[in-house]
């Protein structure tokens, strides 16, 4: 039995080969992480999703009191606005009723009291409060 002669070009396609099986057996190995890096980005993604999707739903609910709220407080507003304009009217309605009459009779009375004092007076300058004696 006789063995082949080996020429340069048949190891030159020895190298070769041992050079693209290593290539592949590495490649193989990146892109083998690749897929790990992808597969615990899609868990984490997961992950995320299913920890926001009760948040958005605790935040739509959050949004609804509050809404709720505002519309609560509107009409306290509405009220309170309601009272003012009330409490005007009822000041106004006093004021005309009950203030010129009132007004009047402490001009009145201011005045008899004037009057009053003003002739007290004028006898007890006659009567002998003065120092000529």
């Not at 590495?26 to 992950?47: P, Q, W």
């Not at 926001?52 to 407080?73: C, F, Y």
């Amino acid at each position: 039995m006789r063995l082949a002669d080996v020429t340069l070009g048949d190891v030159a396609g020895v190298v070769a080969a041992l050079a693209f099986a290593y290539l592949v057996f590495r490649l193989g190995r990146v892109i083998g992480k690749a897929g790990e890096i992808l597969d615990e980005a899609r868990i984490g993604v997961k992950g995320v999703s299913d920890g926001t999707v009760p948040l958005l739903g605790e935040v739509t609910s959050t949004v609804a009191a509050t809404r709720e709220q505002l519309v609560r407080v509107d009409t306290i507003t509405t009220n309170v606005a309601n009272m003012a304009t009330n409490v005007n009217a009822l000041t106004s309605l006093f004021a005309a009723t009950l203030g010129a009459p009132l007004v009047k009779v402490a001009a009145v009375s201011y005045g008899v009291r004037s009057a009053l004092q003003g002739s007290g007076r004028h006898r007890g300058g006659h009567r002998g409060g003065g120092t000529a004696r």
